[in-house]
């Protein structure tokens, strides 16, 4: 019994040491992340003069299992410890659920401000509503709620990613000269930034009757494997395609290997992906990856928390009630010239 | 009475009225009917199905979810659950990635992998033998734990700049198959042999058909049941190098839906969830039918929406077949 016991207690500590190991690794990593930003962003040093405030932000993320989400997460823990604000962050995996719960969970804490990252345009309105009446000022980015909800929050920081779909979308008929076969490779059903990239790329593909969008399908996932097990299927029914579109380039990179086990040369297919990953970012300088767009969103952390601080602290209000992001295009041809000088942090 | 250890095992201990090996009962052979039906029909009316390139596509695609789903098949026959291995499988591909690079070298990547893959089976087992936390939560925490040291490790990206060895390893074919499909081909049969012509198999399906009876007659369950998880832990291990190799990067965000699409494939190949019934060869046919459906599906162009129905449908149908057996049972004993 005593033997079992300790086995037990054994199985715990194994276990218990297995998750510190992690979070330690979390820990260092962010860390190591936080004073070159701070260095790299004007706002922030002008805002590093002044960390007296006691004022609480309560910050929830739909996941954190995206680049582009990690990202503004260490842009937002850079700008929080420059602006001296104290800062609880929720992540919620995906689940609309769980992330309205949060939120829930947030208001009872009565914080001055909250910064919602949120699944999508609509599902987090009754929550966020919650959170105004509570007397608590609201600020979201990444993904826009529906305008007519717009009014309630302070400001929208983030991208337009229907408008990012048109962008990779017109760069693909330009590239073809207006005439050709496109497969879109899109990762979560349902998700906003992939959906609304499918809008936006949709809208420009239908407008020129040369181009000819043969395939459109979901890996539900943002895993470089399944992309390339859907980009094999999709290869071996259209052999001939002549570009590739990826919500991400997670799943760009699994197309890049699907295209080379096919034995395509680089100029024979185009590939594009969102993210400006590193991994995609080598890609693209070896041609293997035609383009790129780099959504910057550790910059759109930093903005958000200082869009958010500068009313909390000063009460100056943002001119605009949306803040939009600028994405930045890279292709292979221009990469070196674009990425000089420019670092994750600042894009 | 002599026992062997097969799907008659199972049988006896249950004393239920079952079909003996020698002859081949309705609900094994139907996946393989099924799956036979669904490839001809696909040769018939699709031009690109019955091609090289499609047919090694397939074999690689379903080599992963083959791997994870052939050592879950020991767990489920002991009548528990491992819903660890997707998640257990990206944090192997991650640690294989990260060591791979920062020592430079496959082998310590591929050992440090094989290691964290063994060590989470084993955590496994101490957590629902030891601490008899039902295989479902205490696997389900160890879902949560292998994904968040994932993030952790990887900070949530993509790990890349990988020794180039990975992509020679990767595209290494003998007899124009790829390596990974004859590694493959290999566990499986040593899992067979495992299965059944050791006491070890044996006495799997004597602990999953009824619990206190293999108690009774002296058979140290929580030993048989630990080495099952750890089997499942080589597995997510042996899957998560493969991952890694194959796409030549470390992937946290893999296997999200892996340990489900395991248990379908295990369950709808014609294992009983419950334990004590089934067999590594009809998870073979159950991973053959998951594959190929999704592969057939991308192949007619079917639309996403609609795709995801006919594969719930399918699922459905073909792990209705214990159903049908029981109900053909019946009648042949009224």
């Known amino acids: 019994m005593k033997k079992n016991a300790f086995i037990s207690f054994a199985a715990i500590l194994a276990g218990t040491l297995t998750v510190a190991a992690c979070t330690t690794g979390s820990q260092t990593s962010s860390d190591s992340s936080g004073p070159e930003s701070a260095a790299s962003s004007p706002t922030s040093e002008s805002a590093a003069s002044s960390p007296t405030s006691e004022k ?5 993320i739909y996941t954190r299992e995206i680049p582009y989400y990690i990202d503004m997460i260490a842009g937002m823990e850079s ?3 420059d602006r001296g604000l104290d800062a609880t ?7 609309p659920e769980r992330q309205f719960s949060d939120i829930e969970n947030a208001i009872t804490q009565a914080p001055d401000g909250m910064i919602v990252a949120p699944i999508d345009k609509s599902a987090l309105i009754p929550a966020m509503r919650k959170a105004v009446d509570a007397g608590i000022t609201l600020l979201t980015t990444g993904n826009a709620i529906e305008e007519a909800s717009q009014s309630i929050q302070l400001a929208f920081v983030g991208h337009d990613h229907v408008e990012t779909g048109r962008i990779k979308a017109q760069y693909i008929v330009d590239s073809l000269d207006g005439k050709g076969t496109v497969a ?7 998700l906003d930034f992939s959906e609304s990239q499918a809008t936006g790329a949709r809208e420009v593909f239908d407008s020129y009757p040369g181009i000819t969008v043969v395939a459109e399908d979901y890996t539900n996932s943002f895993s470089s494997d399944d992309a390339l097990a859907l980009t094999q299927n999709i290869l071996t029914r259209f052999p001939k395609l002549d570009a590739l579109f990826y919500d991400n380039d997670d799943l760009a990179l699994g197309g890049v290997l699907a295209v080379k086990e096919r034995g395509l040369a680089p100029d024979e297919i185009l590939l594009i992906g969102t993210d400006g990953s590193p991994a995609a970012l080598e890609s693209v300088k070896a041609g293997d990856m035609d383009m790129t767009v780099l959504l910057c969103s550790y910059k759109e952390g930093v903005t958000a928390v200082n869009v958010l ?3 909390l602290l000063k009460g100056i209000k943002p001119s605009l009630p949306v803040i939009r992001s600028t994405p930045i295009i890279v292709t292979t041809s221009d990469i070196e010239k674009i990425m000089a000088g420019l670092t994750r942090n600042d894009c | 009475m002599k026992l062997r250890a097969n799907d008659t095992v199972a049988t006896q201990l249950e004393s239920s009225p079952r079909r003996t090996l020698g002859s081949i009962s309705f609900d094994q052979a139907f996946v393989p009917i099924v799956v036979i039906v669904m490839a001809l029909y696909l040769c018939i009316t699709n031009p690109f199905f019955f091609t090289v390139t499609n047919l090694t596509n397939l074999l690689l695609q379903g080599s992963i979810l083959a791997i994870v789903a052939f050592g879950i098949t020991f767990v489920i026959i002991s009548g528990e659950l491992d ?3 997707g998640a257990g499988m990206a944090l192997v591909s991650v640690v294989v990635a990260l060591t791979a690079r920062h020592f430079e070298s496959i082998g310590i990547g591929i050992l440090l992998g094989l290691s964290i893959g063994l060590l989470i089976g084993l955590i496994n087992a101490l957590v629902v033998t030891l601490l008899e936390v039902p295989s479902f ?3 389900l925490g160890m879902l949560v734990i292998a994904q968040g040291c994932a993030l952790a490790l990887s900070q949530g990206a993509v790990v890349s700049g990988l020794p180039e060895g990975f992509s020679s390893l990767s595209n290494t074919r003998i007899f124009g198959l790829h390596l990974i499909v004859w590694l493959v081909a290999l566990y499986f049969m040593v899992l067979l042999f495992i299965q059944k012509y050791t006491v070890f198999g044996l006495r799997v399906f004597a602990v999953g058909a009824n619990r206190r009876a293999s108690v ?3 058979i140290s369950t929580r030993r048989i049941i630990s080495i099952c998880f750890v089997i499942s832990g080589f597995s997510m291990a042996f899957a998560g190098v493969a991952l890694t190799t194959r796409v030549e990067s470390g992937q946290p965000n893999a296997g999200s839906l892996l340990a489900l699409t395991a248990v379908a494939a295990v369950v709808v190949g014609g294992t009983s969830i419950l334990g004590g019934r089934g067999s590594i060869v009809r998870t073979l046919w159950g991973v053959l039918l998951i594959t190929i459906l999704e592969n057939g599906l991308d192949l007619e162009g079917i639309d996403p929406d609609v795709k995801r129905i006919v594969i719930g449908v399918v699922f459905i149908l073909a792990a209705s077949t214990d159903f049908a057996r029981r109900q053909f049972d019946r009648r042949k004993h009224k």
């Open chain 1, 56 to 60: 609480t932000v309560a910050i929830s």
């Open chain 2, 137 to 139: 939560i205490g696997t």
């Open chain 1, 309 to 311: 601080a500068d009313y």
């Open chain 1, 184 to 190: 879109m490779i899109h990762a979560i059903r349902g």
């Open chain 2, 83 to 85: 819903l660890s291995v």
């Open chain 1, 79 to 81: 700008a929080i410890a």
């Open chain 1, 89 to 95: 962050f929720s992540y919620a995996n995906g689940d």
């Open chain 2, 216 to 218: 009774v007659t002296g």
